[in-house]
Nanobody, 116 residues
């Protein structure tokens, strides 16, 4: 059974930092492209950052220069380091593992709230 478990969310003040983790089980995550998505209240889910199985990364324009995605294949874990957080970053953050259309998995999400 495939599981993606996110952790590291919480309440942080504007300008602060958080590191999200996504621990995968039931898959060999090293062969998957991994990504972080987020969904704010009343909005559609949007891509935040992705990292391919080969290590190439891509970011939404809104987070470039502030967020960093990385992976540690030995631990089947993907991270999202979030710096200089803004209130607009408030959302539920979801981890995704994608290999093909038949092997696409989501975590349950972790809440990030940026507020003073």
């Amino acid at each position: 059974q495939v599981q993606l478990v996110e952790s590291g969310g919480g309440l942080v003040q504007p300008g602060g930092s958080l590191r999200l983790s996504c621990a995968a089980s039931g898959i060999i995550s090293s062969i998957y492209d991994m990504g972080w998505y987020r969904q704010a209240p009343g909005k559609q889910r949007e891509l935040v950052a992705t990292i391919t199985s080969g290590g190439s990364t891509d970011y939404a324009d809104s987070v470039k220069g502030r967020f960093t995605i990385s992976r540690y294949n030995a631990k089947n874990t993907v991270y999202l380091q979030m710096n200089s957080l803004k209130p607009d970053d408030t959302a539920v953050y979801y981890c995704n593992a994608h290999y093909n259309s038949n092997h696409d998995h989501w975590g349950q999400g972790t809440q990030v709230t940026v507020s003073s």
